[in-house]
């Protein structure tokens, strides 16, 4: 089981910190995609919500406003195909003022999750930043401690996403 619990880790971190996928951490470690499911949906449950802390990485390496940049612009992208096909579309045009009605209501919703996540993920991402920046300054500083540190940081990486995820 320890191994188990050293590799769930190092997926956990590379899903997190270097943004692999699922499936290219199934393959690296030699498990199934249905554990590496199982693993992030056992940890949410527990409160260490590994896309949650996976923006909040993103957003202390690249800042919010490159996390809400590229989601409204797809968001934006995806609207507009949407519009093209409500003008030159066949549809009857009740179907037309339902397809607008849900699109109104989806940028409203959108815009109010987006505020009301935005200042947890950005609180964490600034932790996590923190963090990075300590490993660092051990490596610099304190090279015979580094290891010793990555061992409690990555686990304490976990504590911090439930606790700003609650």
Do not use: C
């Not at 090279?143 to 540190?149: L, Y």
């Amino acid at each position: 089981m320890a191994a188990s619990d050293d590799t769930r880790r190092k997926a956990r971190s590379d899903y997190v910190y270097r943004r692999m996928t699922g499936a290219t951490i199934a393959t690296a470690y030699g498990i199934n995609q249905a554990t590496f499911g199982r693993w992030k949906k056992t940890a949410k449950a527990a409160g260490d919500d590994w896309d949650l802390a996976r923006s909040a990485s993103i957003i202390a390496g690249e800042g919010i406003e490159t996390v809400v940049s590229s989601v409204l612009e797809d968001f934006m992208i995806m609207a507009q195909s949407l519009l093209d096909e409500i003008k030159n579309g066949e549809l009857p045009m009740d179907q037309k003022v339902r397809h607008l009605v849900a699109l109104a209501d989806a940028m409203t919703k959108m815009t109010a999750s987006a505020g009301k996540l935005a200042p947890k993920i950005s609180e964490l991402g600034v932790a996590q930043n923190v963090m990075h920046h300590l490993l660092d300054f051990v490596r610099q500083h304190f090279p015979q401690h580094a290891a010793a540190i990555l061992e409690i940081i990555e686990p304490f990486g976990e504590r911090l996403t439930g606790l700003y995820s609650s």
